[in-house]
């Protein structure tokens, strides 16, 4: 059927006129149609089929006036799947090619093309799945059935080795099936259209939960209030006090493989309100369900902690209809990398992904990535119907797990090739840990470390319960004695109480290191950097004069001391005007007799505000020293060119200068509370903070004129909890050392059995990926068997090329990954390595990072992998 050319009044007119229209990628056409109209329908088809077979698709089923070419229709495919154009647009672009200036032509088929390309998605997503070749054909669709899924990722009786469930207790982790739930709330929908209007095209049988039950199980829950103590998320903090008005669906929530980033069926279901738990137990039972019991699971959830508690007795209140074969007793629960410091510490550590044995290197935040590749969805989909977003997400979600598909390749011989390498690295960093510790000591610390892998109800090893109040708490806690004397009558000579106001003049003392850091005297600038100068000194300047008249109640000699001050100044010929340099008097600032002309209690409320800065900014110290290191690491490791360098460089600077900060207010305290407190056993407690000890753990000391050997490095005292040991006292007497260094011991062993199983699980995952595509292969070999026996001729010829065309395609990807990944195994001893025991006993009896002496068990003693030549 051939295309006409007319021209661009031609064209409008006979839109106009309501004549058969063709879109193609040039364009609008206008064509004369003549259909067959003989008896021998089997024969010439129905008129949609007619339109098929020259390749149009018609925009209704009976009397179609407007039809797409089938190339317009996979180009807009392509286009809105990976540029995320939205139909709209397209339309109008195919309408400005046929007239660009706007003076006769009419969008008048936009919603035809709307309805084609969502009829055209759909049919896509069965033909895809196959199901125009299995037996009962559409109606008999199970839930599920239309995801592309995970080759990777465990299936029992599909990728598995038949005797995996009689794998070892210490190898059944390559087994396991790791997932992520996360919510996102960009992808919102306004509340446009009706579930009645609009309804989905195959509800529950792809990527979404299934959306009747799904409502029904919702409308349970409507004023549902989750509360956390453990951390100020916004997902529960939050999840009722937003405001959501006009929109019908406020975002998603979402279920994915945690290592590979597959979206799951049933997986992903709208929020309507923030992030509740009604929601995301429902996506995560609807994932369950299709899972198999026997495996393993581990699920990573930033909220976890909170969400996971109860989650047993939601799930016993479902309908049992709904989750008959659910079982929660196999799954594990962990926080994902990024988000586990958001998290208070104590009792926490039974969630790392870096602590915890069997996960390999998984960070639990590829559905963060999901989020980024799919947020540009939201343009279009927040302006449609329940339906139409719903059958586009879908697409989207098909796409992009196809897209991991043919990539996986290439990542799992990255990521492999880069375990083997990290895994010998860390290897040696821990034997060379051993090396330095008493084996009695080491035996001892790993049999805590396994009877705490094996139940995590035994106390934490890597976790040291802090001693003494931070700098928050002592505040409150002043606070707190305030109001009490207040209450009993107690009034102090201000309204303003001398712990309020030492408080304040620790504020200004703070912002002064502050401002002389970031402003340091001397230095040029621009008028407007100037006039900045010249505010916050004025700001600084104020706020010291309110808190002086309330000084002077308090210490009376202050103001002499000021005085005197800007008079020694004045007598050098010095400006005064540098309030930032201005000294504040506090108790540890004045002489011994001036202090006892001062309220009572002024010097222990200072001592006790100083400890506080000690403890904190020590602890702030070690955080910013561990982002330094890592920041060092991701620059050695990525950054190559003089941009990205200049870049990197400069957020070295700033967290440098944090460091510097941090410092000089430990140091600030530290003088403080000598001056309070003289000298004595505190001092041992809060060292002198010297030129070189504010490093890195692995970083060499400036100081020595040389770098130590990895195995003889000096610890800077700041990572050792308690201080150090007198002149002539024993080492093992000192508190604290122990915990610091069994801590770190633990963490290096737990480092390099994490890229052991990394190395393991890939292995595992490489032979998965490869049976999974074999026994796709094997499926469309089949249903192009069974389209042989099709009594039509056109329909059989026509199943029987997709099926031959998909076996194809299977077969090529598996030799394409074979290739790839034998050419990896050509690196030395890399397939051996990967199986070898981690956990090594040495002949004197000494324990490695393995299970102790009497144990019957030996972690990778055995393989159950399958063998080589099916790699």
Not at 212 to 239: G, P
Not at 315 to 324: G, K, S, V
């Amino acid at each position: 059927m051939g295309i006409p050319l007319w021209t661009r009044e031609q064209v409008a007119n006979r839109i106009l006129a309501g004549e058969n229209l063709v879109i193609d990628v040039n364009g609008f056409h206008p064509i004369n149609a003549l259909f067959c109209q003989c008896d021998k329908i089997h024969v010439s088809g129905t008129r949609t089929q007619q339109l098929l077979r020259s390749e149009l698709f018609g925009a209704t089923t009976l009397d179609p006036r407007t039809c797409c070419t089938l190339r317009v229709l996979e180009h807009y495919h392509i286009m809105t799947l990976q540029s995320k154009v939205n139909q709209y647009d397209y339309y109008k672009s195919l309408e400005k090619l046929t007239d660009n200036t706007g003076l006769t032509m009419h969008y008048d088929r936009l919603k035809a093309f709307l309805r084609i390309v969502r009829e055209y998605r759909h049919l896509k997503m069965l033909k895809r799945a196959g199901r125009g070749h299995e037996t009962g054909g559409i109606p008999a669709t199970r839930p599920g059935d239309l995801c592309v899924l995970c080759p990777a990722c465990p299936r029992p009786g599909v990728n598995l080795p038949d005797n995996w469930r009689n794998a070892p207790e210490n190898q059944r982790y390559i087994y396991s099936m790791f997932i992520a739930i996360d919510a996102n709330f960009r992808l919102r929908r306004r509340a446009i259209s009706s579930d009645a209007r609009d309804p989905p095209l195959a509800s529950g049988l792809g990527y979404f939960v299934e959306d009747e039950a799904y409502r029904a199980h919702l409308a349970e829950y409507a004023n549902q209030e989750e509360i956390s103590n453990c951390t100020n998320h916004s997902a529960v903090a939050q999840a009722n006090k937003k405001t959501y008005k006009g929109y019908a669906t406020t975002g998603v929530g979402m279920a994915c493989c945690s290592r590979h980033g597959f979206v799951l069926p049933n997986g992903v279901g709208d929020l309507q309100r923030g992030e509740r738990y009604c929601n995301m137990d429902f996506i995560w039972l609807s994932v369950l369900k299709l899972l198999s019991m026997d495996l393993d699971k581990t699920l990573s959830y930033d909220i976890i902690c909170q969400w996971s508690k109860h989650l047993e007795q939601r799930a016993a209140n479902f309908p049992q209809r709904l989750f008959t074969d659910v079982v929660l007793n196999n799954v594990r629960y962990i926080i994902p990398k990024y988000h586990f410091r958001a998290h208070k510490e104590e009792g926490h550590n039974i969630f790392s992904l870096n602590l915890l044995p069997g996960v390999g290197r998984t960070d639990g935040e590829e559905i963060e990535r999901n989020w980024s590749r799919h947020n540009a969805t939201s343009a279009s989909t927040r302006e449609m119907g329940p339906g139409a977003r719903f059958d586009t997400l879908e697409d989207h979600f098909g796409w992009a797990n196809w897209q991991k598909t043919v990539v996986l390749g290439v990542l799992l011989c990255d990521r492999l090739r880069r375990a083997i390498a990290e895994r010998a690295h860390y290897q040696q960093l821990y034997d060379d840990f051993v090396s330095g510790i008493p084996k009695e000591k080491a035996a001892e610390w790993i049999k805590q470390v396994i009877a705490w892998e094996r139940d995590c109800s035994q106390p934490d090893p890597y976790y040291i319960e802090p001693t003494g109040m931070t700098e928050a708490d002592i505040r409150l806690k002043l606070a707190q004695e305030d109001d009490e004397e207040a209450a009993c009558g107690h009034l102090s000579l201000h309204s303003i109480t001398p712990a309020v106001m030492l408080m304040e003049l620790l504020d200004i003392e703070h912002q002064q290191r502050k401002f002389c850091s970031q402003h340091p005297r001397g230095r040029g600038g621009t008028a407007a950097q100037s006039a900045t100068v010249i505010e916050k000194r004025t700001a600084l300047r104020r706020r010291l004069a309110n808190i002086r008249a309330v000084q002077a109640i308090y210490i009376p000699c202050a103001p002499a001391l000021v005085a005197t001050y800007e008079q020694g100044l004045k007598t050098k010929g010095l400006s005064t005007e540098f309030i930032e340099e201005q000294p504040l008097f506090l108790p540890s600032g004045i002489d011994a007799d001036a202090l006892e002309r001062c309220e009572p209690g002024l010097a222990d409320i200072e001592n006790r505000l100083r400890e506080g800065q000690l403890r904190d900014s020590l602890d702030k110290l070690r955080v910013q020293l561990h982002i330094k290191a890592r920041m060092l690491k991701f620059k050695a490791d990525n950054v190559r060119n003089q941009g990205a360098n200049t870049q990197a460089n400069k957020r070295l600077q700033d967290n440098q200068a944090k460091i510097k900060a941090l410092a000089d207010k430990y140091r600030a305290a530290r003088k403080a509370k000598l001056a309070l407190a003289g000298s004595g056993g505190w001092e041992y407690e809060w060292r002198d903070l010297k030129h070189g000890d504010e490093r890195c753990m692995t970083e060499d000391d400036p100081t020595m004129d040389r770098a130590a050997s990895e195995g003889r490095k000096a610890v800077s005292w700041i990572w050792i909890a308690a201080g150090t040991r007198r002149e002539g006292e024993k080492t093992a007497d000192i508190p604290g050392i122990d915990d610091a260094i069994r801590i770190e011991f633990l963490r290096a062993r737990a480092r390099a059995q994490r890229f052991v199983e990394e190395v393991n699980i890939l292995v595992e995952e490489q032979r998965r990926v490869l049976v999974s595509l074999r026994a796709n292969t094997a499926m469309w070999d089949r249903r192009e068997e069974a389209a042989r026996s099709i009594e039509c001729p056109i329909t059989r010829e026509g199943a029987a090329a997709y099926a031959t065309g998909q076996a194809a395609l299977q077969r090529d990807l598996a030799m394409k990954f074979t290739e790839m990944w034998s050419n990896q195994y050509s690196l030395p001893s890399a397939r051996v390595e990967a199986q070898e025991p981690t956990d090594k006993k040495e002949d004197d009896g000494e324990l490695m990072f393995g299970y102790d002496d009497d144990s019957d068990e030996d972690v990778e003693n055995e393989d159950v992998h399958a063998s080589d030549d099916e790699l």
